[in-house]
């Protein structure tokens, strides 16, 4: 472990002590030797004293042909005792936990905990509505306000009865928040969107272990007069039978998302269909079936989705 004690040039583990004059050795537990940078120094000195003069206490020594001297040197000035006793302080502390690092662990850990218990109702209430399609806000995005939607409304009802909310919403009252309150507009839709996420991620996950399926394209303009199309995945889901109950077979209609469409033509509809099936991992060739709306683009006999689809996936 530790290189050849070649004249002097390099240190050797007799460094690690000391023989006092009755012979008797006493150890240096603050010495180090740092194979890669091949120099020696002092673990109290470089950890806990901020102006050290001394190399042993910083970058380290190299100066081997010293070294004995330096070390009986070092070990005698007064910095390096401060040093080493308020690492003894340390150890003794660290051994009944009572550091300030200690203290502030307990406090990142509560504050870690009040956090979860907020989001965890703040999503609860998004995902309620949602399901419910109900719309989140209202005319105002203040707490208590009439008209202000029915997320805040929810919270206002919730802080009735729940000690948590009650304290975020004093926080907030309160301004003792340095960041976000997470009550605003912009983490429901970033919610509603992870929520969105996962269901799709499920509904994926379903349709893959099915593996055949049916795609549904049905194309309007919205109220900006842009082209939609709505994405639609249509599969048989059967159920593991349990003891008392049989395994079920459901057909179901999923809708996946809403896709703006520039090009209307049947090439830029496929396109862009099949874009979207790449991207959500669902592959064409286990497509069995295909239902489309009404127009030439679509059901066309040419030149529309249903057609090329078909080239495909005969
Ligand atoms: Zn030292």
């Given at each position: 472990?530790?290189?050849k004690?070649n ?5 050797h ?9 009755n ?10 030797y ?24 910083s970058?380290?020594?190299?100066d081997?042909?010293?070294?004995a ?10 910095n ?21 690092d200690?203290?502030h662990q307990?406090?990142i850990?509560?504050?870690s ?13 998004v995902?309620?509505?949602t399901?419910?399609?109900?719309a ?5 995005d ?8 029915n ?5 206002d009802?919730m ?6 909310l009650?304290?975020?919403l ?11 309150h997470y ?9 509603i ?15 893959k272990s ?9 194309c ?19 159920t ?7 395994a ?6 999923h809708?996946l998302?809403?896709i703006?469409?520039?090009d ?7 396109n862009v269909?099949?874009?979207?099936l790449e ?5 064409i060739?286990?497509?069995?079936g ?9 059901r066309?006999?040419?030149r529309?989705?249903?057609t ?7």
């Amino acid at each position: 472990m530790f290189p050849k004690d070649n004249e002097n040039r390099s240190f050797h583990p007799t460094h690690y002590w000391r023989e006092i004059p009755n012979g008797d050795r006493v150890e240096r537990p603050w010495l180090m030797y740092s194979k890669i940078q091949n120099a020696a120094d002092c673990f109290c000195c470089k950890l806990l004293q901020s102006n050290v003069p001394a190399t042993l206490g910083s970058t380290g020594t190299k100066d081997w042909k010293n070294l004995a001297r330096n070390l009986a040197c070092h070990e005698k000035a007064a910095n390096h005792q401060r040093a080493f006793h308020r690492r003894k302080e340390l150890e003794i502390r660290l051994r009944l936990t009572t550091t300030i690092d200690d203290q502030h662990q307990e406090k990142i850990a509560s504050e870690s905990l009040y956090w979860k218990n907020v989001l965890k109702r703040l999503i609860a209430i998004v995902r309620m509505l949602t399901t419910q399609n109900l719309a989140l806000r209202g005319t105002s995005d203040q707490l208590y306000m009439p008209n202000n939607g029915n997320f805040l409304k929810i919270v206002d009802l919730m802080v009735e009865f729940d000690a948590v909310l009650q304290e975020h919403l004093r926080r907030v009252a309160t301004q003792e928040m340095y960041t976000h309150h997470y009550l605003g507009k912009t983490i429901q839709n970033e919610t509603i969107q992870l929520l969105a996420t996962k269901v799709k991620q499920k509904i994926v996950a379903d349709l893959k272990s099915t593996r055949y399926y049916s795609v549904i394209l049905d194309c309007t303009p919205d109220i900006s007069h842009t082209e939609q199309v709505t994405l639609i995945v249509r599969f048989v889901t059967t159920t593991e039978p349990s003891e008392n109950v049989p395994a079920m077979v459901t057909v179901g209609e999923h809708f996946l998302e809403f896709i703006d469409i520039d090009d209307t033509t049947g090439a830029g509809m496929t396109n862009v269909l099949l874009k979207k099936l790449e991207d959500t991992g669902i592959v064409i060739v286990d497509t069995r079936g295909q239902g489309y709306d009404n127009g030439a683009n679509m059901r066309g006999k040419n030149r529309g989705v249903q057609t090329r689809i078909r080239e495909l996936n005969p």
